[in-house]
Nanobody
Framework: QVQLVESGGGLVQAGGSLRLSCAASGRSFSIYGMGWFRQAAGKEREFVSAITWNGGTTYYADSVKGRFTISRDNAKNTVYLQMSSLKPEDTAVYYC????????????????WGQGTQVTVSS
């Protein structure tokens, strides 16, 4: 069992930056691929980014490529999402998730999900 808790969300002006964190508890964090997803009000949840268990490969949605960076620290059982050049359309609840098969994350499939953290970007 893996429990995931996101933090770092908040209100930021367009063009600003935020760093989200997702702390994992439970066993064997390092074997899991990790992903970030978001869901804006009235819209479906969408894939944002994912990272393999060892951080060797990362994936990004086209909408965030070049602006967001995913990373992980297995010693701290934490995955991060550094968000820069934020736009109002980035406003959403951001979720992290874990799955032993990283490629599944891009299809919004995951074994474990966090509760989410709100990110609001004002224009």
């Amino acid at each position: 069992q893996v429990q995931l808790v996101e933090s770092g969300g908040g209100l930021v002006q367009a063009g600003g930056s935020l760093r989200l964190s997702c702390a994992a508890s439970g066993r064997s964090f390092s074997i899991y691929g990790m992903g970030w997803f978001r869901q804006a009000a009235g819209k479906e949840r969408e894939f944002v980014s994912a990272i393999t268990w060892n951080g060797g490969t990362t994936y990004y949605a086209d909408s965030v490529k070049g602006r967001f960076t995913i990373s992980r620290d297995n010693a701290k059982n934490t995955v991060y999402l550094q968000m820069s050049s934020l736009k109002p359309e980035d406003t959403a609840v951001y979720y992290c998730a874990a799955d032993r098969t990283s490629s599944r994350l891009r299809d919004l499939l995951a074994e474990y999900w966090g509760q989410g953290t709100q990110v609001t970007v004002s224009s």
